[in-house]
């Protein structure tokens, strides 16, 4: 019997995969391909093959521990003769052990016969290239939300070989759809999810394996006269001393590439409780985040795995208990009670999308937590839609469509580099006012799906012209739902134009963190007394919501009262 160690392979450049799980232990038959550890990384969970077969001797890692390639896994005690899926025969044949006394004082290197001696100068001393397949398990990424969403496409199928960066699956969510990209070049072993079925982020989607080229000293080669039928299988092998009983048994020469492995203790019991929990590091991350033991939470997964939604769960069971003890003691919110509306007459019941629901959450939250102000004005843009429909023809010209919306981005724009508490947000508990150097603003826009937000970046630094393109594609981008999940984030201030619906004032809820959010209703001919006569002006109303915590009547006069000005009058916008 040999010992060979085996060492993680070519991961894909992963650096620091925790183990989250050994699957053999000290003593156990394994076969080449055979899994021995699964290990995580922030993008795929694999695992680790056998490429011995043999018996376990030694555990050379334990679970939570980070490795990288090239590290050892484990020792296996390989029958003398055989080869592996990375040794060849000669390198079996010159690496053959000898055997220790029982004390370990001494070991007994035997001399090679004349017919050993004569095969290194037949060998051609060049290295061989050898390969060795891992299958690596591909999961939906980071998508920029924990809520579930639809697998609409599968691009692939079992068989088929893939690119590094080929589509595999596209998903799409309320708001966008996007491709997820292989992370290696391989085949497709298998399918773990269908089209029409909802995903999250680390769930697995397929299998993929991949050949990875490896380099390992060449073989002897076999003698050309096959009379002599000697090959490096057959040749003369010196026998250890008979005399040496419980012998340990150690390798002639350690292989070079090989780092020194660890020694542990096989009968110490792991002391960390933490590493018991079979979870992720995206997992563990999340639940020092939330200041949630492990220990106290279920897992849903595969052997009892703890996914991120037994964390969000349970993290919410915990709210909801300490809300309803909150209740009981103080004076708490009381819930709606739920009615049975068919009691009156006939009704339809529908389900609500995710993207209404979560629009609704957000607005209610910003609702309890913001102390909301709405201030109204009216700004007199007779001058400026004059000048806008004159544009006609030159937006004709550039392709493009000239709406008040550029207008009023760049009217903000000017205005909150005038007054940037308006673009500020409340940080450390509402210790810390931060203040940003960027002007990225959100414009709502009505889609049948619902409502959505996209973000204009650095309104401050573009033209009407470029603000007119940008706003016409991230519209027709969010009624097509095809925002990406960056594009709906950034924001410093948020414009809700009404527009042509009609309405003549309303108050919009504050965007948190944003602390204020500007509402434009349907502009309209007034008769306007100029201090002689009454004239014929169009009058666009205006309402600005501001959190009161950090933006108080003052500041939110004097934006409003500047902003007016600057639509009046949009030459100031060139000052």
């Not at 050993?116 to 920029?144: H, N």
């Not at 309803?324 to 709606?336: E, K, M, N, Q």
């Not at 919501?545 to 409003?560: K, P, T």
Request: aromatic share 4%; hydrophobic share 40%.
């Amino acid at each position: 019997m040999t010992t060979a160690q085996v060492t993680v392979p070519d991961i894909g450049g992963a650096e620091g995969a925790e183990v989250i799980e050994i699957l053999v232990a000290v003593g156990d038959e394994v076969v080449v391909d055979q899994g021995l550890i699964v290990l995580e990384s922030d993008k795929a969970s694999m695992e680790i093959p056998s490429t011995l077969a043999g018996k376990v001797v030694e555990l050379l890692v334990s679970e939570g521990e980070e490795l990288a390639e090239g590290a050892p896994v484990a020792l296996i005690a390989v029958a003398d003769g055989e080869t592996t899926a990375d040794q060849s025969v000669g390198e079996v044949e010159q690496s053959k052990l000898v055997d220790a006394s029982t004390d370990g004082s001494d070991v007994d290197t035997f001399q090679p016969s004349e017919e050993t001696d004569r095969q290194p100068e037949e060998s051609t001393g060049a290295p061989r290239a050898s390969t060795s397949a891992i299958e690596q398990l591909v999961v939906v990424p980071d998508i920029g939300t924990d809520d579930a969403v639809e697998l609409i496409e599968v691009c692939v199928s079992a068989g088929d070989s893939v690119a590094e960066g080929d589509s595999l699956v596209v998903l799409e969510s309320d708001k966008a759809s996007m491709e997820v990209p292989s992370p290696l070049a391989g085949e497709v072993l298998e399918l773990l999810a269908d089209a029409g079925t909802t995903v999250s982020q680390g769930d697995k989607l397929m299998t993929i394996k991949a050949t990875v080229a490896e380099q390992s000293p060449a073989p002897e080669r076999a003698k050309a006269d096959s009379s002599s039928g000697d090959s490096a299988e057959s040749a003369p092998i010196p026998k250890a001393n008979e005399s040496s009983t419980g012998s340990q048994i150690v390798p002639s020469t350690p292989a070079p590439a090989t780092p020194t492995p660890r020694v542990m203790a096989q009968s110490e019991p792991a002391t960390n409780e933490s590493t018991s929990i079979y979870a992720g590091p995206a997992v563990r991350k999340l639940a020092r985040e939330f200041g949630v033991d492990l220990q106290q939470v279920n897992g849903s997964g595969p052997k009892e795995r703890v996914l991120k939604e037994d964390l969000q769960q349970f993290v919410k069971r915990a709210l909801s208990s300490r809300s309803a003890a909150v209740s009981s003691a103080g004076p708490g919110i009381p819930a709606v009670p739920d009615i049975d509306f068919s009691q009156f007459g006939p009704v339809e019941v529908t389900k609500r999308n995710r993207l209404e629901k979560l629009t609704a959450d957000n607005m209610q939250r910003s609702w309890l937590n913001v102390p909301h102000v709405t201030q109204f004005d009216q700004a007199d843009i007779t001058e400026l839609e004059a000048f806008r429909k004159s544009m006609k023809a030159e937006a004709e010209r550039r392709d493009t469509r000239l709406t008040p919306m550029p207008f009023l981005l760049k009217a903000c724009s000017v205005a909150l580099r005038e007054h940037p508490k308006l673009a500020s947000s409340l940080a450390a508990g509402g210790d810390e006012l931060v203040f940003k150097q960027y002007c990225h603003i959100g414009m709502a826009v009505d889609t049948p799906a619902g409502l959505v937000v996209p973000v204009i970046r650095d309104v401050d630094k573009k033209t009407v012209w470029q603000l007119a393109d940008d706003a016409l594609t991230l519209a027709h981008k969010a009624r097509d739902r095809k925002l990406a999940p960056g594009e709906m984030k950034g924001g410093c201030f948020t414009i809700s134009s009404l527009g042509s619906i009609g309405g003549s004032g309303f108050t919009p809820i504050v965007n948190t963190p944003e602390v204020a959010i500007l509402g434009v209703s349907n502009a309209e001919m007034r008769p306007v007394w100029d201090g002689e006569s009454f004239l014929p002006r169009k009058m666009l109303p205006l309402a600005l919501s501001y959190d009161h915590r950090v933006i108080n009547g003052g500041d939110g006069g004097r934006f409003l009262s500047y902003l007016v000005r600057l639509l009046g009058d949009i030459r100031q916008l060139l000052m």
